[in-house]
C-alpha cells in the first residue's frame, strides 16, 4: 500500500514538474525566459530592463516573428543558437555534453544520500558487533534519580 | 600620503614574515624540544607581538588610502578611478572596497584585525594560539604579498600629473547599503581563517580533546553571522537598486559567497558531533579547511575573469596568484591531514539508524549538495568550453530546478532534525513527537489548495508545486518549534510558577545554544516562506503619460506627474504615481532614473511599497525617445518581506546562541560524565522525567 502511494506521488510530481505551458499567448514568455539579453547585462531576455537595449527588444522582435510564424520551440531555439552561440541559452539544452550539466546534481544527491544511508547502516552495525548488548531493544525512559543526576551534569554539553 | 601607505605595507609584509618564520621556528623547536640560539618561548612571543604590530600598520595603509579619498587626493591611481569631489562623503569612504585594489587593502586589514584580536586574546591556550597565529601570519603574507606587487593601492597616476576631478564611484555602489555590504561579506569571508587556524594548528600539533572546536565556536559563528549579513545585504541591494524584480540571479559573485556560507553551516551543525559524542572529527576538519578555501575559490572565480559576471569591475589578472595560493593550502591542509590522521580516530560509533547523528549526517550530505549543485553550475561553462570549444551559461533556470529541491530537502531536515534525540530513539517516540508536524504540514497543504494554490492550473506548474511544498514543509517545521518551546517553558512554569512569558524567558536563558538554534532555524524558514513568494510575481510595463493608469492584480498606479531634477553628483529623471488598491489611495510612489556625471553611467532607483503580504516594486526604465513619456514597469512580488523578516530572526538568533546560558549553581561537574539516552529533546521525555527534573530545578534543554 505504501509503495504504490509512493509510485502515485511520484508519478504526480514528475506530471506537474514536467507540465509546460501551451497556450499560444505565453508562448512569447515562455521561450523568451529560455534566453538571455546578449547586451552583457547577462539577464533573462524578457527580464531586461534597459530601456533602448539595443539587442533585447530586436532579439524580442525576432522571437514575435519567429512564433507568428508557426516556428516550433525547438526551430526558434536553433536559430538564435546559430545566430548568437549556445550562450544565448539560458541553461544548457542542446542535448549531448549539455545533459552532463543536469545529470550530474541528481546523480550525486542520489549517490550521497545512498552512500549516508549506507554509512550510517555500516556504522551501526559495527556498533552492534562490537557491543552486542547495545542491540537489545532500549527500555523506555523511567523516573530515575541516578539517571537525571547524569542528566543534570550533562545538561550544559547541549 | 601615498608613500606613508605603501612604507606601512611595505613594514607589515616585514612583520607578518618575521610572525611566519619565528613562530615556525619556536613551534618546532618547542614540539622537538631542540635549543635554539634565544628561548623558544621568547621567539614565540616576539612572533606574537609582530603579528598585532602588523594591524597597526596595514591600519595606517588603510587610513592613508581613506585619507586620499577624502582629500580628492587624485595624484593616486586608485582614487581617480573610484571617486570624484561631488560624492558624498560616506561614499568617499566606501570607495575603499570599490575597487580591486582597494577591496584587497580592506580583505588585509580585516585580516589583521581579526588576528590581532586572536593575538590579544592568546591565554586562552598559549600554545594553539600560537600555532593559529603563524598558519594565520601565512595567510597574511599572501595578501601583503599581492598588496605590494600585484594589486598595489597606492599607485600613482601615470605622468605624475593629477587631474582636476576623479572618475567617480560605480553609480551601482552609490546606494548606502554599499556602504556596509562589502565589509560585512569580507568580515565573513575572511573570519573562516581563524577557525582555519585553528583547525590547521590542532591537527599541528596533536591537540588533545575538543577545547579547540570550544574556542572557535564564538569565532565561527561571529563570522558565520557576518557572512550571513553580507550576503542578505547584497540581496536586499540587487532588489532595490538592479531594477529587475528579484534579488537572486545566480551571478557567479552571488554564488561565490554562497559556496562558503554552505559548508560553513554544515560545519555549525557537524561540529556538535564531535563536541558531544568525538565522531566526526576527520569530517569536522575537512568541512573548516573546505569553507576557507572556497572562500578564496570565491574570490579567485570573480576577480580572474575565468567565468563571466556582471560584478566585472573587480575582474583582473590576480587569477594566477590566487590559484598558487590555493593549491599551496590544499597541499599543506592534505599533508597535515594525512601525517595525522590517526589523531582523528572517533571515540564513538553510530548506535541507532534513527537519531540525532543521524540527521546530521543527512544535514551535512544536504548542505554539501548544494554546495556541489552551486559550484558544478558556476564552472560548467568553463567546462563546457573545454569539451565542446563553446561555453554556455548557467542562469537562473538551471539553479532554479537543481537548488530547490535540495533546498526543499533542507526545509524537512530542519524540521525532524531537533526532534531526534542523540543516541537512540524509538518508534512510539518518533510517532508521538511527529504527528503535530505531520498535521500541520497535511492541513498547510490542504488549506492552500483550498484557497486556490493549484498547481495544475497554473502555467508554471512546478514553480507553483515547488511553492506549495516548501509552504507545507513550513508549517511543519514552524509547528515543532513552537511545540518545543511550549513543553519546555511548560516545564519550567510547573517548577516556577511564572507565567508562560516569563518561563520561555527562563527556558531559552538556561540554554542559549539550542533555543539560539531554534529561533535560526525559525528564522531560515521564515526566509523560506518569502523565497517561495516568487513563484507567484506578476509584472506589467507600460508607457505613461499625465493621468494615465496602469492596473495589476487590483492595484491601480495613476500617473501624476514626471519631471527632472539634478545635483552636482547627478541629473535624475522621476514620475510621481499615486497607487490605489480598489478605490483607497495607498500611497505615491517615485521611481527615478539618474545619470552620474563624472562615470557618465545611469541607474535606475527603484520605488518600493512594502507590506507583509507584497511588495508594490516600480521602475522608471526610461523616457521613450519619440514621446518623451516615461516607461515604467509595475512587479507585484508577494512575501519579500518575509525574507528580510527572516534574516533579522536569523541574527537575532544568533546572538541568543552567542550569549553564554545561565546555570544555577554547582551545576556543571569538574569530569562531565558522556552522554545518556536521556539526554533528548523536551518532547521526547516522558512527563514523570518531566516532573522529576522540574522538582529538581534542572534544565531539561
Redesign the interface.
Known amino acids: 500500500m505504501l509503495k504504490r502511494s509512493l509510485q502515485i506521488f511520484f508519478v504526480c510530481?514528475a506530471a506537474?514538474?514536467m507540465?509546460a505551458?501551451d497556450?499560444s499567448t505565453?508562448r512569447l514568455d515562455?521561450i523568451g525566459?529560455?534566453l538571455?539579453c546578449q547586451c552583457g547585462?547577462?539577464?533573462?531576455l524578457m527580464?531586461c530592463?534597459?530601456?533602448?537595449c539595443p539587442v533585447s527588444g530586436p532579439m524580442i522582435d525576432t522571437l514575435r516573428t519567429q512564433l507568428a510564424a508557426g516556428q516550433s520551440e525547438g526551430a526558434i531555439l536553433d536559430s538564435f543558437i546559430a545566430k548568437y552561440?549556445?550562450?544565448?541559452?539560458?541553461?544548457?539544452i542542446r542535448g549531448?555534453?549539455?545533459n552532463v550539466?543536469?545529470i550530474?546534481?541528481?546523480a550525486?544527491?542520489l549517490l550521497?544520500?545512498l552512500?549516508?544511508a549506507f554509512?550510517?547502516?555500516f556504522?551501526?552495525r559495527?556498533?552492534n558487533r562490537?557491543?552486542p548488548a547495545?542491540a537489545l531493544p532500549?527500555p523506555?525512559?523511567?523516573?530515575n534519580?541516578m539517571?537525571?543526576r547524569?542528566?543534570?551534569?550533562?545538561?550544559?554539553?547541549? | 600620503m601615498p608613500s606613508f601607505g605603501e612604507l606601512s605595507l611595505y613594514i607589515a609584509l616585514i612583520l607578518c614574515v618575521y610572525t611566519l618564520l619565528s613562530g615556525s621556528f619556536a613551534l618546532w623547536a618547542i614540539s622537538t624540544g631542540r635549543q635554539l640560539a634565544i628561548s623558544a618561548e621568547h621567539l614565540r612571543e616576539t612572533s606574537r607581538r609582530a603579528g598585532l604590530a602588523s594591524f597597526l600598520c596595514v591600519s595606517c595603509a588603510a587610513f592613508a588610502l581613506t585619507y586620499a579619498s577624502f582629500t580628492n587626493d587624485y595624484s593616486v591611481d586608485y582614487i581617480l578611478h573610484h571617486t570624484n569631489r561631488a560624492l558624498p562623503w560616506y561614499y568617499k569612504f566606501s570607495a575603499l572596497w570599490s575597487g580591486q585594489e582597494g577591496s584587497l587593502l580592506l580583505w588585509a586589514w580585516l585580516l589583521a584585525a581579526y588576528g590581532f584580536v586572536l593575538r590579544l586574546r592568546h591565554k586562552v591556550d598559549i600554545t594553539l594560539s600560537a600555532y593559529a597565529s603563524t598558519i594565520l601570519s601565512a595567510v597574511q603574507v599572501f595578501f601583503l604579498l599581492l598588496l605590494v606587487v600585484a594589486a598595489p593601492p597606492f599607485s600613482l597616476v601615470p605622468g605624475g600629473i593629477a587631474p582636476k576631478d576623479g572618475f567617480g564611484l560605480n553609480p551601482l555602489l552609490q546606494y548606502p547599503e554599499m556602504v556596509i555590504h562589502p565589509p560585512m561579506l569580507y568580515l565573513g569571508y575572511v573570519g573562516f581563517s581563524v577557525p582555519f587556524a585553528f583547525a590547521l594548528g590542532a591537527l599541528m600539533m596533536r591537540y588533545p580533546g575538543e577545547k579547540w572546536i570550544h574556542i572557535t565556536r564564538r569565532w565561527t559563528m561571529v563570522t558565520w553571522l557576518f557572512l550571513t549579513c553580507g550576503i542578505c545585504l547584497g540581496m536586499h541591494w540587487a532588489y532595490a537598486v538592479l531594477g529587475w524584480g528579484g534579488y537572486w540571479g545566480w551571478d557567479p559573485v552571488e554564488n561565490a559567497s554562497f559556496l562558503p556560507w554552505l559548508t560553513g553551516t554544515a560545519f555549525l551543525h557537524s561540529v556538535m558531533m564531535q563536541e558531544k559524542r568525538g565522531m566526526m572529527k576527520g569530517w569536522n576538519v575537512w568541512l573548516i579547511f573546505s569553507t576557507f578555501m572556497l572562500s578564496i575559490l570565491g574570490t579567485l572565480l570573480t576577480r580572474s575573469g575565468i567565468v563571466s559576471s556582471v560584478h566585472a569591475f573587480a575582474q583582473s589578472s590576480i587569477g594566477t596568484w590566487f590559484t598558487t595560493f590555493l593549491v599551496i593550502t590544499a597541499l599543506v591542509c592534505l599533508f597535515t591531514f594525512f601525517y595525522q590522521r590517526d589523531h582523528l580516530k572517533a571515540e564513538n560509533r553510530l548506535e541507532s539508524l534513527v537519531s540525532r547523528e543521524s540527521s546530521f549526517l543527512f544535514n551535512n550530505l544536504i548542505l554539501l549538495l548544494a554546495c556541489f549543485t552551486v559550484l558544478w553550475g558556476t564552472l560548467f561553462p568553463v567546462l563546457s568550453e573545454f569539451v565542446q570549444g563553446s561555453k554556455v551559461t548557467m542562469g537562473p533556470p538551471f539553479f532554479n530546478r537543481v537548488a530547490v529541491p535540495v533546498g526543499l530537502a533542507l526545509i524537512f531536515l530542519t524540521g525532524i532534525g531537533p526532534l531526534l534525540p542523540w543516541r537512540s530513539t524509538s518508534l512510539r517516540a518518533i510517532r508521538r513527537n511527529f504527528i503535530l508536524p505531520c498535521i500541520a504540514i497535511v492541513g498547510t497543504a490542504l488549506i492552500l489548495i483550498a484557497c486556490g494554490v493549484r498547481p495544475w492550473k497554473d502555467d508554471d506548474a512546478t514553480a507553483t508545486i515547488y511553492a506549495l511544498v516548501c509552504f507545507s514543509l513550513s508549517a511543519g517545521v514552524i509547528t515543532s518549534i513552537t511545540s518545543e518551546f511550549l513543553r519546555g517553558a511548560g516545564v519550567v512554569r510547573t517548577q516556577t510558577g511564572k507565567n508562560l512569558f516569563t518561563s520561555m524567558f527562563t527556558l531559552v536563558r538556561r540554554n542559549t545554544r539550542r533555543y539560539g538554534g531554534y529561533f535560526i532555524h525559525f528564522g531560515v524558514i521564515v526566509m523560506f516562506i518569502g523565497l517561495s513568494g516568487s513563484a507567484f510575481n506578476q509584472s506589467k510595463e507600460l508607457e505613461m503619460g499625465l493621468g494615465d493608469s496602469i492596473q495589476l492584480n487590483g492595484y491601480k498606479l495613476i500617473c501624476q506627474s514626471y519631471t527632472q531634477d539634478s545635483n552636482p553628483n547627478y541629473d535624475t529623471d522621476y514620475a510621481l504615481l499615486d497607487v490605489y488598491h480598489g478605490n483607497k489611495k495607498i500611497t505615491q510612489l517615485a521611481p527615478e532614473r539618474r545619470f552620474y556625471n563624472a562615470s557618465q553611467q545611469t541607474d535606475t532607483v527603484v520605488a518600493i511599497h512594502s507590506t507583509l503580504a507584497r511588495d508594490i516594486y516600480v521602475v522608471f526604465e526610461g523616457r521613450n525617445p519619440e514621446t518623451d513619456r516615461p516607461i515604467i514597469k509595475v512587479y507585484l512580488n508577494p512575501l519579500v518581506n518575509w525574507i528580510w523578516i527572516g534574516v533579522g530572526v536569523i541574527i537575532f538568533g544568533t546572538f541568543i546562541a552567542l550569549v553564554p546560558p545561565f546555570k544555577p549553581t554547582n551545576r556543571r561537574p569538574e569530569n562531565p560524565q558522556p552522554e545518556t539516552r536521556d539526554s533528548q529533546p523536551i518532547s521526547k521525555l516522558p512527563t514523570p522525567v518531566l516532573a522529576t527534573a522540574a522538582s529538581s530545578g534542572a534544565p531539561h534543554a
Open positions: 510530481f506537474f514538474t507540465m505551458a497556450n505565453t515562455h525566459h529560455k538571455v547585462c547577462g539577464q533573462i527580464e530592463n534597459h530601456v533602448g552561440g549556445p550562450i544565448v541559452l539560458a541553461a544548457p549531448g555534453f549539455d550539466a543536469w550530474v546534481p541528481y550525486s544527491f550521497g544520500t552512500g549516508v554509512l550510517i547502516r556504522w551501526h559495527r556498533y562490537l557491543n547495545s532500549i523506555p525512559a523511567t523516573p534519580p539517571r537525571d547524569i542528566r543534570r551534569d550533562t545538561d550544559y554539553l547541549d
